[in-house]
T-cell receptor
Framework: SQQGEEDPQALSIQEGENATMNCSYK?????LQWYRQNSGRGLVHLIL?????REKHSGRLRVTLDTSKKSSSLLITASRAADTASYFC??????????FGAGTTVTVRA | GAGVSQSPRYKVAKRGQDVALRCDPI?????LFWYQQALGQGPEFLTY????????KSGLPSDRFFAERPEGSVSTLKIQRTQQEDSAVYLC????????????FGPGTRLLVL
């Protein structure tokens, strides 16, 4: 069963625009991670945010975490065509098992 | 260094055939994970190894699924008597000494059972 749920399921934006996607989860977590998956490829780790953190940045990525609402958001600023991919949030509950959502498919139009 | 590699990248099997999927983790990584990703879904945990020890196989969907890592490096996921519902992408990931560290994923093996 999948713990996380991303919203929206799909997102289409113009190059240069920002993309925001959200992840909600059901039970308390230790860490929340975001992964990117390009068509036909494996998952690439983007960023990890711990349960005691509220915001984290990495390059053009900004992740927030609200444990009281059991939700996280991923913001990609100044999007590029190469950002076209599926984005997954994954949570772990103080163990090694990652629970993934169904993902948000992002299309960046040139 | 090299990332996680998996072979074959694609596998077509007739229903009832046995298949073996290979994972070469990042050198020195203690932890190794297998996930199953159905079309349009996120990956689901299958099993976890720490070195050669299989510490968790709770995600394996049936006793037709078997995984091993005999020397603590390369791992093989075997599916016996494949069925159509086994069609999915099988992802392998490896991680460092701590089980909660970042997991690095391979490109996956796309299995199609006809």
């Amino acid at each position: 069963s999948q713990q996380g749920e991303e919203d929206p399921q799909a997102l289409s934006i113009q190059e240069g625009e920002n993309a925001t996607m959200n992840c909600s989860y059901k039970t308390s977590i230790n860490n929340l991670q975001w992964y990117r998956q390009n068509s036909g490829r494996g998952l690439v780790h983007l960023i990890l945010i711990r349960s005691n953190e509220r915001e984290k940045h990495s390059g053009r990525l900004r992740v927030t975490l609200d444990t009281s609402k059991k939700s996280s958001s991923l913001l990609i600023t100044a999007s590029r065509a190469a950002d076209t991919a599926s984005y997954f949030c994954a949570t772990d509950k103080r163990d090694y098992k990652l629970s993934f959502g169904a993902g948000t498919t992002v299309t960046v139009r040139a | 260094g090299a990332g996680v590699s998996q072979s074959p990248r694609y596998k077509v099997a007739k229903r009832g055939q046995d298949v073996a999927l290979r994972c070469d983790p990042i050198s020195g990584h203690v932890s190794l994970f297998w996930y199953q990703q159905a079309l349009g879904q996120g990956p689901e945990f299958l099993t976890y190894f720490q070195n050669e020890a299989q510490l968790d196989k709770s995600g394996l969907p049936s006793d037709r699924f078997f995984a091993e890592r005999p020397e603590g490096s390369v791992s093989t996921l075997k599916i016996q008597r494949t069925q159509q519902e086994d069609s999915a992408v099988y992802l392998c990931a490896s991680g460092g000494t701590g089980a909660r560290e970042t997991q690095y994923f391979g490109p996956g093996t796309r299995l199609l059972v006809l």
